[in-house]
């Protein structure tokens, strides 16, 4: 069965600090994708990044960098000098490719708390 | 166009009514979905539609009644509720995983009804 661990349950920062949120995730599947997105108070899900079990590139994207690691199970977010906007929850997700219907396994999500 | 939307963005009802959700998207998407979130949870999937035709029931009371009438609409009919199933609804979209390549694509979620049940 498919899980996905968000240790942290909330973060605080400083504006203008990094911030790294992690995300453990346990498949039997050797095709999987891995997705995070932004829940801001308004409440809907944005989404901001989709990868493959088979594409471990990182990637950035503005101020948003994704570190994927397939050896640790680990697909980490981190928000280089954060904004008070970037407060939001966040939730790494997961969907096997053998499943129907694209079901996503999300995480418990990180509250990301960012003061001015 | 990423856009989901849903109506009404917020709903009071009793638990005797019948209400409905509505749900719409025109990026050409035939996977739609509907998920209930609690307050400090993420959101737990309900229904899947895919080709208009439901391809996941993730064990949902009855009282919960999804409709897909064309590959643009998804509806959720309410009846008989319970004060437990006030929450946010949220709807979501996307192109249909291949089962030939794999391939999963992101969902699109619209900004959630949220529900209240008295």
């Known amino acids: 069965a498919q899980k996905v661990t968000q240790a942290q349950t909330e973060i605080s920062v400083v504006e203008k600090e990094d911030v790294t949120l992690d995300c453990v995730y346990e498949?039997?599947?050797?095709?999987?994708?891995l997705f995070w997105y932004k829940q801001p108070p308004s409440g809907e899900l944005v989404f901001l990044i989709r990868r493959n079990s088979f594409d471990e590139q990182n990637e950035i994207s503005g101020r948003y960098s994704w570190n994927f690691q397939k050896s640790t199970s680990s697909f980490n977010f981190t928000i280089t000098a954060s904004q008070v906007v970037d407060s939001a929850v966040y939730f790494c997700?997961?969907?096997?490719?053998?499943?129907?219907?694209?079901?996503?396994?999300f995480g418990g999500g990180t509250r990301v708390l960012v003061k001015p | 166009d990423t856009e989901v939307t849903q109506t009404p963005k917020h709903l009071v009802m009793g638990m005797t009514n019948k209400k409905s959700l509505k749900c719409e998207q025109h990026m050409g998407h035939r996977a739609m979905y509907w998920y209930k979130q609690k307050a400090k949870k993420p959101p737990e999937l309900m229904f899947v539609y895919s080709y208009e035709k439901l391809s996941i029931n993730e064990s949902v009371p009855s009282r919960f009644s999804p409709e897909c009438p064309n590959s643009s609409l998804l509806n959720l009919h309410l009846h008989a509720l319970q004060p437990e199933d006030s929450a946010l609804y949220l709807c979501?979209?996307?192109?249909?995983?291949?089962?030939?390549?794999?391939?999963?694509?992101?969902?699109?979620f619209g900004p959630g009804t949220r529900l209240t049940v008295t």
């Open positions: 979501a979209s996307s192109h249909s995983s291949s089962r030939t390549s794999g391939t999963i694509y992101e969902q699109y």
């Open positions: 498949t039997r599947d050797t095709t999987y994708y």
């Open positions: 997700a997961l969907s096997e490719a053998g499943a129907a219907g694209n079901k996503l396994t």
